[in-house]
C-alpha cells in the first residue's frame, strides 16, 4: 500500500531504519527486493559515536568534544568517500528512495558540509539523527532545544532535499520543540531515537552494555505520543521506530498518524522476509476493515481524531488488585 513520506512516493510505509542491513550495497538491494518503502542508510557517524565514546571523552572544548577533531581523527575522507560512494550506488542500483541518515554533535560546519555532500551525492532526503545529552547540572534545557533547532536550520539551508529529525525521548516538551524544528524547515520526525544503553555488572561492578536489540513492548512507548504529535504538530511527516516487529505494529503506527514505521530488529530475528509479512498483514488488514488505501485510516486514533479518555492519562488509577 502505497504512502508519502517527506515527499516521497513509498510503494510500502515499511522503512528500514538506520542499520547494518543498510550499510552495504548487497543489503540495500535485499531490502528493496523484499517490498521496503525506502532505506534510511546506517548513519555516516553512528558506530563512531556509539562505540568510541573515548574520542568524544579526548576532545575536551566541550562536553560534545570539537568536531573538527573528531572527523580528522576518526572520519578520514577515505571513509567518508566510502559513505559518499553508497549513497550513490544505491540510488543507481534500486529504484525506492535513499534516505541518508547523519548523527549530530554540534552545530559545526564541518558536519553541515558533509550533509551538502550527501545530498550532491543523490540521497533522496535526510534524516538527522540528533541527542545532545546534558552532562551538567547547568545547562537549561532551552539551551539544548535551541542546539537542536540551530544544527536542524543550518543543515536545511545548506541542501536541497527533505530534512527530518530523529528525535530523542527526553525532551521536555517534545512537541514544542518539534514546532520550532518545522519553523526552520524541517519536515519529518522520527520516534524515537534508540540510544546505546548501558547496564550494571554487579559482581564487578562496572557499565556494561546493554541489549543493542528493541523489544516488541517499546512500541507502547511510542503509540500515544505518536497519536499527540501528529495531532498537534500535522506539518511535520512522522515515522516511529522502535519496537516495530510485525504487521499489526505498522497498523498501530497509521492508526496513530504515522505515514512510515522503521524496522531493524525485525529484520535481525526473522530475516528480510519480514519486510513482505508486515505488508502482506497490512493489506489483508485493510481488506478486512473495508479500506483501499492507507490515507482512509492513517490518523483515525491521533489526538484530533479520537476522544480516549487515555490520552490524558499518565498514572495507573488501577490496576494491580488490592492488598487490603
Known amino acids: 500500500m502505497r504512502t508519502q513520506y517527506l515527499g516521497l512516493e513509498l510503494d510500502s510505509p515499511v522503512v528500514v531504519g538506520s542499520s547494518p542491513y543498510t550499510a552495504a550495497l548487497p543489503a540495500i538491494q535485499r531490502c528493496a527486493e523484499a517490498g521496503a518503502g525506502a532505506v534510511v ?5 553512528e558506530e563512531q ?3 568510541e565514546a573515548s574520542a568524544l571523552a579526548a576532545c575536551a572544548d566541550s562536553p560534545y568534544g570539537d568536531a573538527d577533531t573528531y572527523l580528522e581523527r576518526y572520519l578520514g575522507d577515505d571513509y567518508r568517500g566510502r559513505f559518499l560512494r553508497l549513497v550513490r550506488q544505491a540510488r543507481e542500483s534500486v529504484a525506492i528512495p535513499v ?3 547523519i548523527n549530530c554533535v554540534a552545530d559545526h560546519d564541518s558536519w553541515i558540509d558533509y550533509a551538502a555532500q550527501m545530498a550532491d551525492a543523490g540521497a533522496s532526503a535526510l534524516e538527522l539523527n540528533i541527542f545532545l545529552h546534558p552532562f551538567d547540572r547547568f545547562t537549561p534545557s532551552r539551551e539544548l532545544e535551541n542546539r537542536y533547532a540551530a544544527i536542524a536550520a543550518k543543515v536545511v539551508q545548506a541542501v536541497r532535499i527533505p530534512v527530518s529529525v530523529k528525535l530523542p525521548m527526553r525532551l521536555t516538551n517534545l512537541f514544542a520543540t518539534a514546532d520550532i524544528l518545522r519553523s526552520f524547515g524541517v519536515q519529518g520526525a522520527v520516534l524515537f531515537n534508540r540510544f ?10 562496572e557499565f556494561i552494555e546493554g541489549p543493542a536489540f528493541s523489544h516488541p513492548s517499546e512500541l507502547r512507548n511510542i503509540l500515544r505520543t505518536a497519536a499527540l504529535f501528529t495531532g ?3 506539518q511535520l511527516d512522522l515515522a516511529v521506530s522502535t519496537g ?8 498501530k503506527a497509521l492508526l496513530c498518524g504515522a505515514r512510515v514505521a522503521q524496522v531493524c530488529t525485525a529484520i535481525h530475528l526473522h530475516g528480510f522476509k519480514a519486510i513482505g509479512r508486515m505488508n502482506d498483514f497490512l493489506a489483508r488488514w485493510a481488506e478486512r476493515h473495508g479500506f483501499g488505501e492507507i490515507g482512509e485510516f492513517r490518523g483515525h486514533l491521533n489526538f484530533i481524531n479520537s476522544s480516549s479518555p487515555l490520552f490524558q492519562r499518565v498514572q495507573y488509577m488501577k490496576y494491580f488488585p488490592s492488598q487490603e
Not at 41 to 45: A, C, D, E, G, P
Request: glycine share 4%; aromatic share 6%.
Open 49 to 51: 559515536i556509539l562505540h
Open 99 to 101: 534516505i541518508a541518515s
Open 232 to 234: 498537534l504538530v500535522p
Open 196 to 205: 546505546f544503553e548501558p547496564d550494571v555488572d554487579i559482581e564487578r561492578m
Open 41 to 45: 542508510l546506517k548513519s555516516v557517524f
Open 244 to 251: 516495530v516487529h510485525d504487521g499489526a505494529a505498522v497498523v
